[in-house]
Each structure stands twice: as C-alpha cells, then as structure tokens.
C-alpha cells in the first residue's frame, strides 16, 4: 500500500505531470480527487483480495489479478504520455530526450515491481490448478 502512497504523492506533488494539467486547464479539485478514488479502489482491492486468499477463495486471487493490471496499465499510459511530450516538446535533440525519457520514468519502476510479481506468480500453471481446487 506505501508504494500506492507514494504513487498518489508523486501524481500529486509539484513536479508531477498531473499538476502540470490540472493547473493548465483547471482541473485541480478533480484530479485529487480522482487520484483518491483511484488510491483507495486499490487499498479495497488489495484488502479485500487477501481476505479472499486468506479463506481460500478464488475470487482473491481474481481481485489482485484486478489490481496489478489496473497498477501496470495506468504506469504504462503515465510513461507513454511523458515519452509523447518528450518526443513532441522537446527540441533539444535526440540524446536529450533519452536522457530525460529514462530519468522521468526510471522512478516508476520501484512501483511496478509487486504488480509484476503478483502478475507472474498468479498466473503460474502450478498456482491456477491450486486456486481451482479450493
């Protein structure tokens, strides 16, 4: 849940992309909010997944399944949209950009690394055939 933190505070602090919109098209009440719901859903998710896991049901394993694609998509939509306005805005040249392409997004991995988990040990053969037997 700490990496959901500080995703929402990366968002939602001064050098994140979401201020950058929300204050050029006013939209600032609306993307924290958004933001929270979204921060939230994934706290339920999580929650409500382990205790699925917990008494053995599989629709907790369904729930993180949920999460971790719903995690990896928005990171991935966020790094495509940064990688557009790099490729777009920038004219610094080439290099440049890959430089800056790789410092704005390398902070994003850390917070793809337990949806990558949950997303490969979930989706084991071995995990499946468990998950149907319960």
């Known amino acids: 849940m700490s990496l959901l933190l500080c995703l929402g505070t990366f968002l939602a602090g001064n050098d994140g992309l979401l201020v950058g919109i929300a ?5 600032t009440l609306a993307v924290n909010v958004g933001l929270g719901v979204y921060v939230f859903g994934c706290a339920l998710l999580l929650f409500l997944g382990g205790l699925g896991l917990i008494r053995r049901r599989p629709w907790g394993r369904r729930l993180h399944l949920v999460y971790a694609w ?9 790094a495509g949209m940064w990688l557009f306005s790099l490729a777009t805005c920038a004219p610094e040249g080439r290099n440049a950009i890959a430089e800056t ?4 997004i390398s902070p994003w991995l850390p917070h793809l690394l337990y949806p990558t988990v949950l997303i490969i040990w979930f989706l084991r053969p ?5 998950v149907r037997e319960w």
């Open 70 to 78: 719903v995690t990896v998509g928005l990171i991935g939509a966020y």
């Open 101 to 104: 392409a790789w410092h704005s």
């Open 23 to 27: 204050q050029l098209t006013g939209l």
């Open 126 to 130: 071995r995990i499946k055939q468990q």
